[in-house]
């Protein structure tokens, strides 16, 4: 099968809050976007922001995200910009770390689907779990702390996995299952990865988790992507190495043709090649066509600055992740929980509910918030993975306060400013650590530029604070969906490479895509503020240790 302008590749993220698709064309063109957002489109499984919380414990509805296919490939292929025959390959990407667990008989409909029925109708019965955990999760201290100390503590188990034990990681949350529900965990024939259960679906078996999304599982090793044998069967006994199946594969892997029920349903070619799935994460690096100096921020509804890292020098306060296209390499990451979701509490709670409102406060409020007092303010509404923290925290004058003093409307403006400096001062200030960390191996030391993506980079105003607080310029791409644009880019690899191409993906880049000026200037720094906010560094850490000392 010969290379064709007409050929197309489909993206597809499921990420917390929507399922969205990304087709584009040869040269890279974004042809059609859509999404199925799971609060709006399928309020019968009564999610909030795509999630269903009870207290520490964060789920979603396996059979949401089933459904959500079922919508979102029938919107699709009535989609006449499409010719969905021409689509020649299919990856994407999932929120990372969520897991879903597969019964014997799920598999078995899995590979015997009828054209007739939907997806969901089918599956009903195929999870024996059916609240698949998901990354806000934080419900698995006691089993972190349990893996540390079988591998010589924090330090230890970042060597080996790339990150030390968060309670969002694969392996803490199957190791609670193992613990506390032995008759489902028992239940489970297979266990797939948000983004290997998507693949899954569409080859109609189990497909391999991808070596990027499995560094986020604290259960494989970083360095030669393949499972830990004795952290398996300390997570899930000697069962879980079956549970897996397969060791982690390399994106751009070619994992068979698509399930023919897609091909009888919608018209997919029989041809059309399924690849690796990832995280949304590293899907989102590989779209972006990072030069030397760049780094990624992405605020969906997590906030993430995300880095290539050349060398691998793991910490206990970033992650590192396999890179997902070079063998070789590396993804440097920040998460933080309380990104979007947060906001939206301060803009519900101090803004009419309203981001023109919000922006307008947070032009209001003196950049830096001191004016005469010093304010600061630190917003975990669910529990922060860095820092360790939660609740909301305000500071006059390095006192603890519950409110800030002033006017309703300075108040509301002091509360909006407070929010934004504060996340993007966190993430300033840890992105300069793990620069130190690496500095000697790597150019990143040297930041050149910001590219923003996610649900809030469509707001210019925090993309300025962005700009100011990091003292550099802030760029955005085309294309809504970041994530699902990666999974595209990875599809069109993987076909590329079926059919003979042996170059790398950044090779492909760099020759296949037509527009070369994908990134376009949003925020410069302006130098009265960029002053303002080196100075609140050391007093933004000194009272973030209270914060962290306060919610111990
Ligand atoms: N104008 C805006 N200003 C700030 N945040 C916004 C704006 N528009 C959308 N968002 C945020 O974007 C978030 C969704 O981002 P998105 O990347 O689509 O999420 P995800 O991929 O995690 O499902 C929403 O929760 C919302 O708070
Ligand atoms: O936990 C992490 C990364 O470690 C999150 O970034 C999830 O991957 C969810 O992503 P979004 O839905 O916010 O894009």
């Not at 990420?15 to 957002?37: F, G, M, P, R, W």
């Not at 949350?173 to 569409?202: C, G, H, M």
Request: glycine share 8%; net charge negative.
């Amino acid at each position: 099968m010969a290379q064709n302008q007409s050929d197309l590749y489909l993206g597809l993220d499921l990420s917390t809050q929507q399922l969205k698709y990304t087709v584009i064309n040869h040269d890279h063109d974004i042809i059609a976007e859509a999404a199925v957002h799971f609060d709006r489109d399928l309020p019968e499984f009564h999610t909030t922001n795509g999630a269903i919380a009870e207290g520490d414990v964060v789920t979603s509805p396996t059979l949401m995200w089933v459904k959500a296919i079922d919508i979102l490939l029938e919107r699709l292929s009535k989609n006449t910009d499409i010719k969905i025959e021409n689509i020649k390959g299919i990856s994407g990407a999932g929120q990372q770390h969520g897991s879903v667990y597969w019964n014997k008989e799920g598999l078995e409909t899995l590979a015997s689907l009828d054209v007739s029925r939907t997806l969901e109708d089918q599956l009903q019965g195929a999870f024996s779990v059916k609240q698949s955990p998901i990354w806000q999760d934080a419900s698995t201290t006691s089993q972190c702390r349990s893996l540390e100390n079988l591998v010589g503590g924090p330090q230890g188990l970042a060597d080996l996995t790339g990150s030390k034990g968060y309670e969002r990681f694969t392996g803490n949350q199957i190791a609670k299952l193992y613990e506390q529900n032995p008759s489902a965990y028992d239940a489970t024939a297979r266990i797939s990865l948000v983004s290997s259960f998507i693949a899954s679906v569409l080859l109609g078996q189990l497909a391999p988790v991808d070596v990027a999304d499995g560094s986020g599982m604290n259960m494989m090793d970083i360095h030669t992507h393949k499972w830990i044998p004795s952290i398996l069967e300390h997570c899930g006994g000697k069962d879980l190495q079956k549970k897996l199946e397969s060791e982690p594969v390399e994106g751009g892997t070619n994992l068979g043709a698509i399930n023919s029920y897609f091909v009888t349903r919608y018209g997919f070619s029989s041809e059309c090649t399924i690849a690796p799935f990832t995280g949304d994460n590293p899907a989102t690096l590989v779209s972006m066509n990072l030069e030397q100096g760049d780094c990624v921020v992405s605020l969906g509804t997590s906030d993430t600055m995300l880095m290539y890292l050349p060398e691998a020098n793991p910490t206990t306060e970033s992650h590192l992740m396999s890179h997902p296209t070079n063998p070789e390499a590396y993804m440097g990451m920040l998460c933080y929980k309380n990104g979007s979701l947060t906001r939206e509490k301060i803009r519900d709670e101090y803004a009419e509910g309203d981001w023109t409102t919000f922006n307008n406060l947070l032009h209001q409020a003196p950049p830096g918030l001191s004016n005469g007092c010093n304010r600061r303010g630190y917003y975990y509404y669910m529990q922060e993975i860095i820092p360790f923290a939660k609740g909301f925290h305000r500071f006059e004058n390095d006192i603890a306060v519950d409110e800030f003093t002033g006017t309703k409307e300075e108040v509301a403006s002091y509360n909006v400013r407070a929010i934004v400096e504060s996340q993007f001062l966190s993430m300033k200030v840890r992105t300069s650590r793990m620069l130190d960390t690496h500095g000697k191996s790597s150019d990143a030391s040297h930041l050149k530029r910001i590219l923003a993506t996610g649900g809030a980079a469509s707001n210019p105003n925090l993309l300025q604070v962005l700009s100011n607080v990091f003292n550099i310029p802030v760029y955005k791409k085309q294309g809504m969906n970041s994530a699902s644009l990666g999974g595209a880019l990875l599809a069109k690899f993987a076909v590329r490479r079926l059919h003979g191409y042996s170059g790398t993906f950044e090779q492909m880049m760099e020759d296949e895509q037509r527009d070369k000026v994908a990134h376009q200037l949003v925020a410069e720094p302006q130098a009265e503020y960029t002053e303002v906010y080196n100075d609140l560094v050391e007093g933004f850490v000194r009272l973030e240790q209270v914060v962290i000392a306060n919610t111990q």
